[in-house]
């Protein structure tokens, strides 16, 4: 079952504009992940935060989280045409101390 | 560094053919294993997974079967393909537990004829 759900499924941005994109998520966590995958291509992890921060940049990204909504945001500010691709977000699995549950991502578009 | 193998890039079967999937991970050693299925516009649905040698744990009941006959190399394997099976399949790596990034693979697009 799908634990995180993100939100928009798709969204469309000019070059320059910010990104955000939200994660829900329906039991507690130790940490959440954002991944992002281009088209035809494996997932490339880009940022967790663990349950007890609030918000963590890395470069252009900063991610938040609200344990007490259950929820993320990932932000991409000032984003490029190469920030094109599809993001992930991804909370503790259920099955093994290892293992996580994506949700069904948001596909995001930034035009020159 | 660590790197991962996947192949093949692109597979093309019939119903009712055999399959084999290979993924091998380079540069760290006793990793967790992965087989993910990626339907078009979907998320990721976790197939097996592996903490160790001969170590598999299975999400999902299907016709799919895995194993993991080397430290380090992981094999996804049907012995009757049905449609259902087409679909995106990704192979990743971890070391440790969730706090840890999980590294993939580029994937076998499957389809099935």
């Known amino acids: 079952s799908q634990q995180g759900e993100e939100d928009p499924q798709a969204l469309s941005i000019q070059e320059g504009e910010n990104a955000t994109m939200n994660c829900s998520y329906k039991?507690?966590?130790?940490?959440l992940q954002w991944y992002r995958q281009n088209s035809g291509r494996g997932l490339v992890h880009l940022i967790l935060?663990?349950?007890?921060?609030r918000e963590k940049h890395s470069g252009r990204l900063r991610v938040t989280l609200d344990t007490s909504k259950k929820s993320s945001s990932l932000l991409i500010t000032a984003s490029r045409a190469a920030d094109t691709a599809s993001y992930f977000c991804?909370?503790?699995?259920?099955?093994?101390?290892?293992?996580?549950?994506f949700g069904k991502g948001t596909m995001l578009l930034v035009s020159p | 560094s660590q790197t991962i193998h996947q192949w093949p890039a692109t597979l093309v079967q019939p119903v009712g053919s055999p399959l084999s999937l290979e993924c091998t991970v380079e540069?760290?050693?006793?990793?967790?294993l992965y087989w993910y299925r990626q339907a078009a516009g979907r998320g990721l649905q976790l197939l097996f997974y592996?903490?160790?040698?001969?170590?598999i744990s299975s999400e999902v009941p299907q016709n799919l079967s895995a194993s993991r006959p080397q430290d380090r190399q992981f094999i996804l394997s049907s012995k009757k393909l049905l449609l259902s099976d087409s679909g995106f399949y990704l192979c990743?790596?971890?070391?440790?537990?969730?706090?840890?990034?999980?590294?993939f693979g580029d994937g076998t697009r499957l389809s099935i004829l």
């Open positions: 990743a790596w971890s070391v440790g537990d969730s706090r840890q990034p999980q590294h």
């Open positions: 039991t507690s966590i130790n940490n």
């Open positions: 935060i663990r349950s007890n921060e």
């Open positions: 991804a909370t503790d699995g259920h099955l093994g101390y290892s293992t996580l549950t």
């Open positions: 540069g760290t050693s006793n990793p967790n």
């Open positions: 592996s903490v160790g040698i001969g170590q």
